[in-house]
């Protein structure tokens, strides 16, 4: 049986495409909190932000915000909000192991819920939630800016509310939105407060820009940006006109998330070298083993998203299994 090592040594080391931006300029915030800038139009509309960096190794994200940010955007109705969330594990990242960054000492994208927030923990990432929290209770649409370990087709997260797969519709790039029900291991950024309440008009969105140094996640984040602020009205579209469309649109398909494969062992192991977005025709066919215990695809046309083996360890999601819908 091969080791964990052994397994990892054997996974892609995609080159380092992208150049990592000097955010230090935009430590000030405009309202106190560090690396946060909120501008107001003076005119009535909604509070809209673009998050990066909530995980430290994603670089296409900072490069978004920053651009954003030099270029001097601003709100023609509504107010809206440019931030960079961990910067602490962004400023640790190094090119020799890329990957290291991710969080410093817990995923800051799993403690969105109000047991977490407000319980006992003192982790880097939930200090700067905390810090974070009374800006994003103020916000009406959020996009929050992620890229993935394996080269993949980019994807929006949208949630599993119908409110999410509409906007997600809506801003129309990338061409895959994946309807997900969140992750088991803590709430996200994107579903915390009323962005995950079907009652309330507040609506959130992930967007999963491609392979996290690769040239084209830039441009997915820049393009889903300018897509973002123009649907909901913020800016016009000739303020964001040299990043709209630098990421074709293609025809938006919807694939609803219908179940998730978690790691039991260390000895899981897929079938095949899965890069995400396979379609396995029947129902029943192999696509992994977990030591003894064989996985199958539990129906017909069955997406794989999002598979990696690049953080195993139980309890790990390793991929999810999706079924495509009508948009």
């Given at each position: 049986m091969m080791t964990l090592e052994a397994l990892r040594a054997t996974l892609p080391v995609y080159p380092i495409e992208l150049q990592k931006p000097d955010i230090g300029r935009w430590e000030t915030g405009t309202h106190g909190v560090d690396y946060v800038h909120t501008f107001d139009s003076g005119v009535p509309g909604p509070h809209v932000m673009i998050n990066a960096l909530t995980h430290g190794n994603e670089l296409c994200g900072a490069i978004a915000v920053d651009t954003l940010l030099a270029a001097g955007v601003r709100p023609v109705r509504g107010r809206l909000t440019l931030s960079f969330a961990n910067v602490e594990a962004y400023e640790r990242f190094d090119i020799r192991d890329p990957d290291a960054t991710r969080f410093i000492e817990e995923d800051l994208n799993r403690v969105w819920s109000a047991d977490k927030l407000d319980g006992p923990g003192n982790t880097l990432e939930l200090r700067r939630a905390r810090v974070l929290r009374p800006v994003i209770d103020t916000v009406d649409c959020l996009l929050d800016i992620h890229s993935m370990h394996e080269k993949a087709a980019p994807l929006m997260l949208t949630g599993p509310l119908e409110k999410g797969v509409a906007f997600g519709g809506q801003v129309g790039a990338p061409a895959h939105l994946m309807i997900d029900a969140g992750h088991a291991a803590g709430r996200r950024m994107r579903d915390y407060g009323g962005f995950g309440d079907?009652?309330?008009?507040?609506?959130?969105?992930?967007?999963?820009?491609?392979?996290?140094?690769?040239?084209?996640?830039?441009?997915?984040?820049?393009?889903?940006?300018?897509?973002?602020?123009?649907?909901?009205?913020?800016?016009?579209?000739?303020?964001?006109?040299?990043?709209?469309?630098?990421?074709?649109?293609?025809?938006?398909?919807?694939?609803?998330?219908?179940?998730?494969?978690?790691?039991?062992?260390?000895?899981?192991?897929?079938a095949e070298d899965y890069r995400g977005m396979e379609v396995i025709a029947r129902a029943g066919t192999v696509i992994a083993t977990d030591g003894d215990t064989r996985i199958v695809t539990p129906f017909d046309n069955c997406v794989l998203l999002q598979p990696s083996l690049r953080h195993l360890a139980p309890g790990v999601t390793v991929v999810r299994l999706g079924r495509l819908e009508v948009a």
């Amino acid at each position: 049986m091969m080791t964990l090592e052994a397994l990892r040594a054997t996974l892609p080391v995609y080159p380092i495409e992208l150049q990592k931006p000097d955010i230090g300029r935009w430590e000030t915030g405009t309202h106190g909190v560090d690396y946060v800038h909120t501008f107001d139009s003076g005119v009535p509309g909604p509070h809209v932000m673009i998050n990066a960096l909530t995980h430290g190794n994603e670089l296409c994200g900072a490069i978004a915000v920053d651009t954003l940010l030099a270029a001097g955007v601003r709100p023609v109705r509504g107010r809206l909000t440019l931030s960079f969330a961990n910067v602490e594990a962004y400023e640790r990242f190094d090119i020799r192991d890329p990957d290291a960054t991710r969080f410093i000492e817990e995923d800051l994208n799993r403690v969105w819920s109000a047991d977490k927030l407000d319980g006992p923990g003192n982790t880097l990432e939930l200090r700067r939630a905390r810090v974070l929290r009374p800006v994003i209770d103020t916000v009406d649409c959020l996009l929050d800016i992620h890229s993935m370990h394996e080269k993949a087709a980019p994807l929006m997260l949208t949630g599993p509310l119908e409110k999410g797969v509409a906007f997600g519709g809506q801003v129309g790039a990338p061409a895959h939105l994946m309807i997900d029900a969140g992750h088991a291991a803590g709430r996200r950024m994107r579903d915390y407060g009323g962005f995950g309440d079907a009652a309330s008009p507040k609506s959130a969105l992930l967007i999963e820009c491609g392979q996290h140094f690769e040239r084209v996640s830039r441009d997915v984040a820049l393009d889903a940006c300018a897509r973002f602020l123009t649907v909901l009205g913020t800016v016009e579209e000739t303020t964001v006109a040299p990043w709209l469309g630098i990421a074709p649109a293609l025809d938006v398909r919807c694939i609803r998330v219908a179940d998730a494969v978690v790691a039991r062992s260390t000895a899981f192991r897929f079938a095949e070298d899965y890069r995400g977005m396979e379609v396995i025709a029947r129902a029943g066919t192999v696509i992994a083993t977990d030591g003894d215990t064989r996985i199958v695809t539990p129906f017909d046309n069955c997406v794989l998203l999002q598979p990696s083996l690049r953080h195993l360890a139980p309890g790990v999601t390793v991929v999810r299994l999706g079924r495509l819908e009508v948009a």
